[in-house]
């Protein structure tokens, strides 16, 4: 299985996933135009996706959704609540299929397996997708870390984790009392200190890349999360990458 994240943080997110002949997208938050040229940055083509899985409706998640299913022809899945919260953003689509969260979805070669996360949307979810060898799971944009997430992203081989804020740049920033509570909340975004005891808690042998993402560009930077995720992995072998918001990272395989 090949991925890649186009891009994540909060002015848009996207990840590329393919397997055999299946190509999908997670999320399409920044312009269609935008998502066709880190497509082509990594040798891929938006004509080719098969489909976009939608995690909840805040706009760095879907700005893109709508054109890109109404010009490629690409249908849309999500769940019922998340369809009606971004309806009036993405608009017409070329065809939707509705999810309830928790369902498993397959795609062709790929099964997609929803889970709830807890943050301020109708009714956020993460996913993790596989191909019957490998796991990649997807979890951002969630303010606590629960059993159930524990426990579905336990095995995984490769991890796409929420690695948000650092504590301290939040509290001595520029955000508002009010907005670095909500920020803070169990329905806000994990913490960098959060984020690595909730990845050493799912440490094992065969998981092979973690990319922490989402990273806040006022209230974090690379290093504090690199240093918080290498604190969490020890003497581990496994690749770490940090997402960015302005490029695609280079096309990672999981075996």
Not at 49 to 77: C, M, N, W
Request: glycine letters at 8%.
């Amino acid at each position: 299985m090949n991925f890649s994240v186009l891009g994540s943080g909060s002015k848009g997110n996207s990840v590329y996933i393919e397997s055999g002949k299946t190509k999908i997208l997670i999320d399409a938050g920044f312009s269609g135009k935008e998502i066709a040229a880190r497509l082509r940055s990594i040798g891929r083509g938006i004509e080719d996706i098969d489909a976009i899985f939608v995690t909840h409706e805040h706009h760095d998640h879907i700005q893109g959704v709508g054109v890109l299913s109404r010009r490629y022809h690409i249908p849309v899945y999500s769940n019922l609540e998340t369809f009606k919260a971004g309806e009036n953003v993405w608009g017409r689509l070329s065809r939707y299929s509705e999810f309830a969260t928790g369902d498993i979805i397959q795609m062709q070669e790929l099964q997609v397996r929803t889970f709830t996360v807890s943050h301020d949307a109708a009714d956020p979810v993460g996913f993790i997708i596989g191909n019957g060898k490998v796991k990649l799971a997807y979890c951002t944009d969630t303010g606590k870390v629960s059993h159930l997430l524990r426990q579905r992203l336990m095995g995984c081989n490769g991890l796409i984790l929420e690695f948000n804020h650092d504590l301290q740049m939040l509290k001595n920033g520029p955000y508002s009392p009010v907005l670095q509570q909500r920020v803070r909340s169990d329905h806000g975004h994990l913490a960098n200190e959060d984020a690595a005891c909730f990845l050493q808690s799912l440490l094992h042998e065969q998981l092979q890349y973690v990319i922490l993402a989402h990273l806040s560009t006022t209230n974090n930077h690379h290093d504090l999360a690199m240093m918080a995720a290498r604190s969490a992995i020890g003497d581990s072998f496994l690749q770490l990458r940090v997402a960015s918001q302005s490029l695609a990272t280079d096309l990672m395989c999981l075996k």
